[in-house]
C-alpha cells in the first residue's frame, strides 16, 4: 500500500513537472467549454431562412420577420442572388423575398415536389398572417391543443441534445484517461524507468494502478464539473458514479494495450487512434444506427457505455437496467482482456 | 530534392517497421468491410411523428401522390388508427411527437398535438400554424381562403422533385473518410515528431546536410502517401472511379492540413501526452460539422469556420452530385488557403521551436 501511494504521488509529481497534470486538467475544460457552447445551438433552431432585407426585393414586414424568428435562424441578404448562392451551399435552408412587380412574397425552397407551388414554411406564416389582417371576422378552423399526455409525463424534460454533451465528454475522457496510462506505461519503458523500478520494492501491479489513480482523480472530479456545466445535475449523480467507475476498466485495458503494444510513442499514438477510430465507430453506430440495427455494435464495451448514460441522463434508467448494462461492459472488456492477456503481459515485461 | 527523397525512404521503411502504416490500412480494410457487407444500404427510418388523422383529410392528402407519400414517409411521419397507438409510438420512441386530427360538429376541426415533455414552445406554435393553414386549404370544397390570401404568396424552388434515397452505408462514408484519414496528419506528426526527439535523430539532422524544412516536408509526403493509399482502399470498392480525383483532392488538402497542425504541436510539445491531450480537443471540434451533415437544417455560419465541414461538405458533394459541385470547388479553395497558410506557419514555428531545443 505505502509502494502504492508512493508511486501515486511520484506520477503526480512528475505529471505537473512535465505540466502533463495542467494539461490534464486544461484540455478537458475547453472540452467541456465547446460543448457547452456548441449544444444549446443545435436545439436552438429548428431551420435557417435567408431573408433579402436590402432593395427593391427587401422584406420589410417585421411582424413576420420576428414570426418567422421565434422558431427558425434569420440570416439577412442583399440580394436575391446572393440568397439564392446561400440555397445552393451546403445546410438547408428557405429563402424569401419581396416581388414589388406582383405584389407578393416570394418563399424559395431549394427543393419541392413536382408541381407544389403552395406549401413552404414562409409561405403559411405569410398566409396566416395576411388572412388574419385582412378578414380579422373571419373565424379559425382548428382548435388547437397542445400538450404532453400523460403516459409520457415522467419522462426528463431535458432535450436528447442537451444529454449528448454528457455522454460525449465522458465518453472521451476515458479515451484521454487512457492515451495517459498508455504513454506513461511507453515513455517508462523508453526512458528505461521500468527497468529501474524492477529492483525497488514496488510490484508491477501497485506500478499499473498507481500510474492510474490520478488520471481516474481527473475523470471523476471531471464527471461533476461536466454535470454542473452541461445542466444535467438532476440526474442521478451516484447512477453517473458508478457508470463511470465502471467505464474506467476501458481505460485501463486500452491503456495497458496502448503501453504494450506500443514499442514507441509513434507506436502508442497509432494504437492509440484506431482505438478512438473503433469508439468514433461505435458512437456513430449508435446515434445513426435505428433501433432494429443497433446489434452491429454491441460488441464495443463504448456502444454500453454511451447507451446506459443516455438512459441516466434521459432520466428513464433503472438501477437494474444500469446493473445489467454495466455488467455487459465490464463482461466484454474482461473479454477483451483475457483475448489480449499474453499479448499485454508479454508487452508489459 | 535528392535529401527529400531519402529522407522519405526512410520515414517509409520506418513507418512500416514501426507498424503504424499496417495498422492504417489494416483498419481501412476492417472498415471497408463492414461498410460493404455488414452496414446495411437501406435502413428503416425511427419514426417521428405518428399521426391519427380521423377526418382522412390529411392523410388522403398526403397519399395522393406517391412522392408526396414518400416525401412523408424519409420526414419519418406515421399513419395510425386510433390515438393510443399514436401514444404507444411516442412512448417507444422518445423522439416521435403525436397529432390528432378529428372534425367538429361545427364543422371545423380539433387538432391535438401530442409533445414530449422536452419539446419547445417555437415547434408548439410552428405546428399550430401549419395545421391552420394546411386544413384551411384542405376543407372541402376548396378551402377557406379567400384567392387573395394565395396570391400573398409564391412559392419557387430551384429544383422539382424528391432527391434519390442515398444508401445508409454510403452516408456514412464522407465522416468516415474525414476521421480516418482526413484526420490522420494531425495524430501521426506529433507522434512522428516525438518519435524522433526521444531516438534523438532530430539533432543528428543538424549536422546532416537536410534542413528541417526538407525533414518536415518528408514527414508531410509520408503522410500523403499513407493517406492516399487508406483513401483509396475505402473509397473505391465503395464508389469505383466516380468522383476519385475530387474526393482525393479534398482529402489531402485535409491531410496537409491536419500534419501542418501537427507539426505546430509536436514542435511546442516535448511531450508526446502533452501534444496528444490538445490532438485529441482538436478531434472532437472537428467532429462538430457531422451533425450539420447528417441534420442539414442546423447550419449556422459559424460552424463554416471548422475546415472540416468543408471536407465533410465538398466529399457529400462529391459522392451524392445534385447540382452542387461548386461546393466541391468552395471547399478545395478554402482548404488549399487555410493549408498554404498552416504549412508556412507549421515550418517557420517547428524551426524556431526545433533550433532553441537544440
Given at each position: ?18 505540466f ?6 486544461i484540455?478537458?475544460?475547453v472540452i467541456?467549454i ?8 443545435v ?8 431573408i433579402?432585407?436590402k ?16 422558431f ?11 440568397m ?17 412587380a ?7 425552397r431549394?427543393?419541392s415536389?413536382k408541381g407544389?407551388?403552395?406549401f ?6 405569410i ?13 379559425r378552423?382548428?382548435e388547437f ?33 487512457a492515451?495517459?496510462?498508455?504513454l ?10 521500468d527497468k529501474a523500478?524492477?529492483?525497488?520494492p ?5 506500478y499499473?494502478?498507481?500510474?492510474s489513480?490520478f ?15 452541461l445542466g ?16 474506467f476498466?476501458?481505460?485501463?485495458l486500452?491503456g495497458?494495450?496502448?503501453g504494450a503494444?506500443?514499442k514507441?510513442?509513434?507506436?502508442a ?18 446515434t ?9 455494435v ?7 457505455i454511451?447507451?446506459?448514460l ?5 432520466e ?18 474482461m473479454?477483451?482482456f ?7 503481459i508479454?508487452g508489459?515485461? | 530534392?535528392?535529401?527529400i ?17 499496417l495498422l492504417e ?11 460493404l457487407?455488414?452496414i446495411?444500404?437501406?435502413?428503416e ?6 399521426i ?12 395522393s401522390?406517391?412522392?408526396s ?10 399513419y ?18 403525436g ?13 391535438e ?11 408548439v ?13 384542405l376543407?372541402p370544397q ?5 384567392p387573395?390570401v ?19 452505408n454510403l ?13 490522420l ?6 507522434s ?12 543528428a ?7 528541417m ?6 514527414k ?11 483513401f483509396?482502399?475505402?473509397y ?6 466516380g468522383?476519385?480525383p475530387?474526393?482525393?483532392?479534398l ?10 497542425i501537427?507539426?505546430i ?9 502533452g ?16 451533425i450539420s451533415?447528417?441534420?442539414?437544417s ?8 471548422i475546415?472540416?465541414y468543408?471536407?465533410?461538405?465538398g ?17 478545395v ?6 493549408d ?5 506557419l507549421?515550418?517557420?514555428?517547428f524551426?524556431k521551436?526545433i533550433r532553441?531545443?537544440?
Open positions: 500500500m505505502k509502494q502504492l501511494i508512493e508511486m501515486f504521488f511520484f506520477d503526480v509529481k512528475m505529471n505537473f513537472k512535465s502533463m497534470g495542467a494539461y490534464m486538467i484540455v478537458p475544460m467541456l465547446v460543448l457547452r457552447t456548441f449544444l444549446p445551438s436545439q436552438s433552431a429548428a431551420g435557417t431562412f435567408a433579402v432585407t432593395g427593391p426585393n427587401a422584406v420589410v414586414d417585421q411582424e413576420l420577420i420576428e414570426s418567422l424568428d421565434d427558425a435562424d434569420i440570416e439577412t441578404y442583399d440580394s436575391i442572388k446572393d439564392e448562392q446561400k440555397l445552393r451551399g451546403t445546410g438547408t435552408a428557405e429563402g424569401l423575398y419581396w416581388d414589388p406582383a405584389q407578393q412574397y416570394v418563399s424559395v431549394e427543393r415536389l407544389d407551388t403552395i413552404s414554411v414562409a409561405s403559411r406564416y398566409r396566416q398572417l395576411y388572412y388574419q389582417k385582412n378578414y380579422s371576422d373571419a373565424s378552423i382548428t391543443l397542445h400538450g404532453v399526455p400523460a403516459e409520457l409525463s415522467d419522462r426528463t424534460k431535458t432535450p436528447p441534445v442537451a444529454t449528448m454533451g454528457g455522454s460525449i465528454f465522458i465518453v472521451f475522457m476515458i479515451i484521454v484517461t492515451f495517459i496510462i498508455g506513461g506505461v511507453v515513455m517508462d519503458k523508453e526512458y528505461g524507468t523500478l524492477r529492483v525497488s514496488l510490484s508491477k501491479a501497485d499499473f494502478i498507481g500510474k489513480i488520471p481516474l482523480f481527473v475523470m471523476a472530479l471531471y464527471t461533476i464539473i461536466a454535470l454542473l456545466m444535467l445535475m438532476h440526474v442521478n449523480i451516484l447512477q453517473v458514479y458508478l457508470v463511470v467507475l465502471s467505464s476498466t476501458i481505460s485501463l486500452f495497458l494495450l496502448i503494444l506500443g514507441n510513442e509513434n507506436e499514438i497509432g494504437i492509440g487512434k484506431l482505438l478512438s477510430m473503433v469508439l468514433m465507430l461505435a458512437i456513430l453506430g449508435g445513426l444506427l435505428p433501433e432494429n440495427l443497433q446489434w452491429l454491441w460488441w464495443s464495451p463504448f456502444y454500453w454511451y447507451d446506459i443516455e438512459e441516466i441522463f434521459t428513464t434508467a433503472t438501477w437494474g437496467s444500469i446493473a445489467w448494462e454495466s455488467a455487459v461492459m465490464v463482461g466484454l472488456t473479454l477483451y483475457m483475448l489480449l492477456r499474453k499479448k499485454i508479454k508489459l515485461s | 530534392m535528392k535529401r527523397g531519402n529522407l522519405f525512404k526512410k520515414d517509409i521503411i520506418l513507418g512500416i517497421k514501426d507498424v503504424f502504416i490500412l489494416g483498419f481501412a480494410v476492417f472498415i471497408v468491410l463492414l461498410l457487407f455488414v446495411p444500404e437501406n435502413i427510418k425511427d419514426k417521428t411523428a405518428y391519427y388523422d380521423a377526418t382522412t383529410l390529411v392523410k388522403n392528402f398526403v397519399h401522390t406517391a412522392e407519400a414518400e416525401a412523408q414517409s424519409r420526414k419519418g411521419s406515421y395510425v388508427d386510433s390515438r393510443e397507438e399514436v401514444i404507444k409510438g411516442m412512448e417507444e420512441d422518445e423522439l416521435a411527437v397529432l390528432i386530427i378529428t372534425e367538429k360538429k361545427n364543422g371545423t376541426y380539433r387538432v398535438f401530442l409533445t414530449q415533455p422536452y419539446t419547445k414552445n417555437s415547434i406554435q410552428d405546428v399550430e400554424v401549419e395545421m391552420e393553414d394546411l386544413m384551411s386549404i376543407k376548396g378551402g377557406i381562403y379567400p387573395d394565395y396570391k400573398s404568396v409564391k412559392v419557387n424552388s430551384l429544383q422539382q422533385g424528391l432527391r434519390d434515397e442515398l444508401p445508409f452516408r456514412l462514408l464522407p465522416t468516415i473518410l474525414m476521421y480516418m484519414v482526413g484526420i496528419g494531425l495524430f501521426a506528426m506529433v512522428l515528431i516525438g518519435q524522433e526527439r526521444s531516438d534523438a535523430t532530430i539533432r539532422l543538424r549536422v546532416s546536410p537536410a534542413s524544412w526538407e525533414f518536415l516536408i518528408s508531410h509526403l509520408l503522410l500523403l502517401a499513407t493517406g492516399f493509399a487508406t483509396s482502399i475505402l473505391l470498392p465503395m464508389m469505383g472511379f468522383g476519385y475530387e474526393a482525393l483532392l482529402i489531402i488538402l485535409t491531410i496537409l492540413m491536419g500534419s501542418s501537427g507539426a504541436l509536436g514542435g511546442l510539445f516535448d511531450n508526446p501526452i501534444a496528444i491531450l490538445w490532438v485529441l480537443l482538436l478531434m472532437i471540434v472537428l467532429s462538430l460539422p457531422a451533415l447528417f441534420s442539414p442546423f447550419s449556422p455560419q459559424w460552424l463554416k469556420l475546415p472540416s468543408h471536407t465533410l461538405f466529399l457529400d458533394a462529391v459522392m451524392f452530385p445534385d447540382n452542387n459541385r461548386h461546393i466541391i470547388w468552395q471547399g479553395s478554402i482548404l488549399a488557403v487555410i498554404v497558410v498552416l504549412f508556412a507549421s515550418g517557420l514555428i524551426n521551436l532553441k531545443e537544440a
